[in-house]
T-cell receptor
Framework: GQQLNQSPQSMFIQEGEDVSMNCTSSSIFNTWLWYKQDPGEGPVLLIALYKAGELTSNGRLTAQFGITRKDSFLNISASIPSDVGIYFCAGQLNNNDMRFGAGTRLTVKP | GAGVSQSPSNKVTEKGKDVELRCDPISGHTALYWYRQSLGQGLEFLIYFQGNSAPDKSGLPSDRFSAERTGGSVSTLTIQRTQQEDSAVYLC???????????FGQGTRLTVV
């Protein structure tokens, strides 16, 4: 089946620092999605990417759909305390189910 | 409602009992997903419904798990003869058929004692 490898597993950073996380897959995807999950909540969509090579920004967030269609990264610039949470990548091929990475747990120290 | 609604939000059950978890997707969304999230873990795919097509059940961990979606809207995930390892948060998500942005409910936290 489709396997997504997300790294790093966890990050401890200082407020104001930039963050970078990525996902790689053994299979190609047509869509890459990045979600954030706060404790006790369901994941919330941050960015959706639909085309290989696409670079999309949403405020302090930037994500790219890798040219090989097998990877994606998410950058967060100038981190703030409310960025704390678990970030998940998800890949989707055609109209099939979404597969998720194991998540990156982000801690931001004030 | 405006978002995906799941009920109950919390469920404590005794080992061996059956449980039903409910998901009300966003109105008009034809795709519906169930995922399981164990403590501190990622999202494990369980089952996917798309319109009137046969569901993709490839993620269901055992035959104790089943799900149905009635009338293309509400979905129920049933776990029979619950075991302690079934304890987890069960998340439901829905999306429009043509788009892939999926919106999640807040989940049902299941505890089997």
């Amino acid at each position: 089946g489709q396997q997504l490898n997300q790294s790093p597993q966890s990050m401890f950073i200082q407020e104001g620092e930039d963050v970078s996380m990525n996902c790689t897959s053994s299979s190609i995807f047509n869509t890459w999605l990045w979600y954030k999950q706060d404790p006790g909540e369901g994941p919330v969509l941050l960015i959706a990417l639909y085309k290989a090579g696409e670079l999309t920004s949403n405020g302090r967030l930037t994500a790219q759909f890798g040219i090989t269609r097998k990877d994606s990264f998410l950058n967060i610039s100038a981190s703030i305390p409310s960025d704390v949470g678990i970030y998940f990548c998800a890949g989707q091929l055609n109209n099939n189910d979404m597969r998720f990475g194991a998540g990156t747990r982000l801690t931001v120290k004030p | 409602g405006a978002g995906v609604s799941q009920s109950p939000s919390n469920k404590v059950t005794e080992k061996g009992k059956d449980v039903e978890l409910r998901c009300d997707p966003i109105s008009g969304h034809t795709a519906l997903y169930w995922y399981r999230q164990s403590l501190g873990q990622g999202l494990e795919f369980l089952i996917y419904f798309q319109g009137n097509s046969a569901p993709d059940k490839s993620g269901l961990p055992s035959d104790r798990f089943s799900a149905e979606r009635t009338g293309g809207s509400v979905s129920t995930l049933t776990i029979q003869r619950t075991q302690q390892e079934d304890s987890a948060v069960y998340l439901c998500a829905s999306s429009l058929a043509r788009y892939t942005e999926a919106f999640f409910g807040q989940g049902t936290r299941l505890t089997v004692v």
